[in-house]
């Protein structure tokens, strides 16, 4: 049977619409797993945890600037302790950490090995049928079907044998479809054979009017000249324009009550539209099948704390700082008494060398005045003292010792025989 290409594709479209949706609706699948064997590991997990507390980091120190100090102690007669001592100013970082405290918790891993035996429901044939008629808004008594009618070429549908029709919604099949030619529409507004009853002949594929009669004036027909279907998106309507037996009389002055009355039926569905059929069968299929069940326990405390990162917000301060650090401890001479101590030490040494040139002895006279100024107790600086270990000046940090420079006797201390006469 011939259709139009735009209603084929329409059809086409519609069907393969249902087909995807119903396939997934309709399928049902179910599982039955059966235990093979299971084994058990166990692992443990750490976390920290933040305790909500915090604490300060003290960071290096960092010398902003030093000051020296020298402190001097009498310590003996002629001798005196130098301390070099320096205070030292630093600025100290202080950053500010969380408190995180260590957790730990065991997991038992178990993997259960199965054998899973799966039931599906799948497609096992599709087919398209035809969704025809439904019901009139109104409550009319509606009926409708496909119809292989032949058409009558002179339009008069007054005398036709009316073919039996569904009342309400039903389907018909793709065949039922493919064979028909029409689509045969039969309204009776008051029962059927009543006052008013219709019967229309549409084209399946145009939804053009072919023909139909209606009955009015007792049992008399006339046909129905003018008739069209309206399609909406949801709904079809059905309008049609009533005639009396009388209008198909030539004379002008019959009339009849429904003349040139158009009456419009709605319904609740679309006349004519695709749907899609299917049936499924059942297939089993058994694989193994491997499921992994975790089971951890509480967290507990291990006892150990650690700390974060340092937080940004108090943020960095900075401490200060300082140290007296003590450098090194000099012994020196004490330069106000040295020259006095000296001086005694000479008086000494003038008793020891005392003589007389009258004494008849071959020695040589020293007063005590030369053996002062031969030994230098007139002329001691602290720039001639020396420490024992020959380390420079005190300031140099040398030894505490006292060292004199060597005494150079003169020639009369060592006496020396006079010269030989020559003979004559």
Same mark, same amino acid.
């Given at each position: 049977?011939? $259709?139009?290409?735009?209603?084929?594709?329409?059809?086409?479209?519609?069907?393969? @619409?249902?087909?995807?949706?119903?396939?997934?609706?309709?399928?049902?699948?179910?599982?039955?797993?059966?235990?093979?064997?299971?084994?058990?590991?166990?692992?443990?997990?750490?976390?920290?945890?933040?305790?909500?507390?915090?604490?300060?980091?003290?960071?290096?120190?960092?010398? =902003?600037? #030093?000051?020296?100090?020298?402190?001097?102690?009498?310590?003996?007669?002629?001798?005196?302790?130098? #301390?070099? !001592?320096? %205070?030292?100013?630093?600025?100290?970082?202080?950053?500010?950490?969380? @408190?995180?405290?260590?957790?730990?918790?065991?997991?038992?891993?178990?993997?259960?090995?199965?054998?899973?035996?799966?039931?599906?429901?799948?497609? /096992?044939?599709?087919?398209?049928?035809?969704?025809?008629?439904? +019901?009139? *808004?109104?409550?009319?008594?509606?009926?409708?079907?496909?119809?292989?009618?032949?058409?009558?070429?002179?339009? /008069?549908?007054?005398?036709?044998?009316?073919?039996? %029709? +569904?009342?309400?919604?039903?389907?018909?099949?793709?065949?039922?479809? /493919?064979?028909?030619?029409?689509?045969?529409?039969?309204?009776?507004?008051?029962?059927? +054979?009543?006052?008013?009853?219709? +019967?229309?002949?549409?084209?399946?594929?145009?939804?053009?009017?072919?023909?139909? !009669?209606?009955?009015?004036?007792?049992?008399?027909?006339?046909?129905?000249?003018?008739? &069209?279907?309206?399609?909406?998106?949801?709904?079809?309507?059905?309008?049609?324009?009533?005639?009396?037996?009388?209008? /198909?009389?030539?004379?002008?002055?019959?009339?009849?009550?429904?003349?040139?009355?158009?009456?419009?039926?709605?319904?609740? *569905?679309?006349?004519?539209?695709?749907?899609?059929?299917?049936?499924? $069968?059942?297939?089993?299929?058994?694989?193994?099948?491997?499921?992994?069940?975790? @089971?951890?326990?509480?967290?507990?405390?291990?006892? *150990?704390?650690?700390?974060?990162?340092?937080?940004? &917000?108090?943020?960095?301060?900075?401490?200060? =700082?300082?140290?007296?650090?003590?450098?090194?401890?000099?012994?020196?001479?004490?330069?106000?008494?040295?020259?006095?101590?000296?001086?005694?030490?000479?008086?000494?040494?003038?008793?020891?060398?005392?003589?007389? !040139?009258?004494?008849?002895? !071959?020695?040589?006279?020293?007063?005590?005045?030369?053996?002062?100024?031969?030994?230098?107790?007139? $002329?001691?600086?602290?720039?001639?003292?020396?420490?024992?270990?020959?380390?420079?000046?005190?300031?140099?940090?040398?030894?505490?010792?006292?060292?004199?420079?060597?005494?150079?006797?003169?020639?009369?201390? #060592?006496?020396?025989?006079?010269?030989?006469?020559?003979?004559?």
């Amino acid at each position: 049977m011939f $259709r139009p290409p735009a209603l084929r594709a329409f059809a086409l479209a519609v069907t393969g @619409v249902y087909a995807l949706g119903a396939a997934p609706a309709l399928a049902l699948t179910t599982y039955q797993n059966t235990l093979v064997s299971s084994s058990s590991t166990k692992s443990q997990e750490t976390r920290l945890v933040d305790t909500g507390q915090t604490e300060e980091v003290q960071g290096p120190k960092q010398l =902003l600037g #030093t000051t020296p100090h020298v402190e001097e102690k009498i310590t003996g007669s002629a001798s005196k302790l130098v #301390t070099h !001592s320096e %205070t030292r100013n630093y600025q100290v970082p202080v950053t500010t950490h969380p @408190v995180l405290r260590e957790e730990k918790r065991e997991i038992t891993t178990t993997t259960y090995n199965y054998i899973r035996r799966t039931t599906t429901d799948v497609l /096992d044939k599709q087919w398209t049928v035809w969704k025809v008629g439904g +019901y009139l *808004r109104e409550g009319y008594q509606f009926g409708s079907g496909l119809s292989s009618q032949t058409y009558l070429p002179d339009s /008069d549908y007054r005398n036709l044998a009316r073919g039996a %029709t +569904y009342p309400g919604a039903h389907e018909q099949s793709q065949a039922t479809y /493919d064979m028909a030619k029409s689509i045969a529409v039969s309204i009776n507004p008051h029962g059927e +054979y009543g006052y008013l009853s219709a +019967y229309m002949i549409f084209d399946k594929n145009t939804y053009a009017f072919i023909g139909g !009669s209606i009955r009015c004036c007792g049992a008399a027909q006339a046909n129905i000249r003018e008739a &069209n279907i309206k399609r909406f998106i949801t709904y079809d309507e059905i309008e049609y324009r009533l005639n009396c037996v009388q209008n /198909d009389d030539p004379w002008p002055w019959t009339w009849c009550e429904t003349d040139r009355t158009v009456w419009t039926v709605r319904l609740d *569905r679309k006349l004519l539209v695709p749907d899609t059929r299917q049936s499924f $069968r059942t297939e089993t299929k058994e694989e193994p099948l491997t499921v992994v069940g975790k @089971v951890p326990s509480a967290w507990t405390a291990t006892g *150990r704390m650690d700390r974060g990162p340092a937080l940004t &917000n108090p943020g960095l301060r900075y401490e200060t =700082l300082s140290e007296k650090v003590l450098l090194r401890h000099v012994t020196v001479p004490n330069d106000k008494v040295a020259a006095k101590g000296m001086a005694q030490s000479g008086n000494d040494v003038r008793k020891t060398f005392t003589a007389d !040139s009258s004494s008849g002895k !071959s020695q040589a006279s020293l007063s005590g005045s030369m053996v002062r100024q031969t030994l230098g107790a007139n $002329r001691v600086k602290p720039s001639l003292i020396t420490g024992s270990k020959g380390g420079g000046s005190p300031e140099q940090g040398g030894s505490a010792a006292l060292t004199l420079p060597p005494i150079i006797l003169p020639e009369l201390l #060592t006496p020396t025989p006079p010269p030989k006469k020559k003979k004559d």
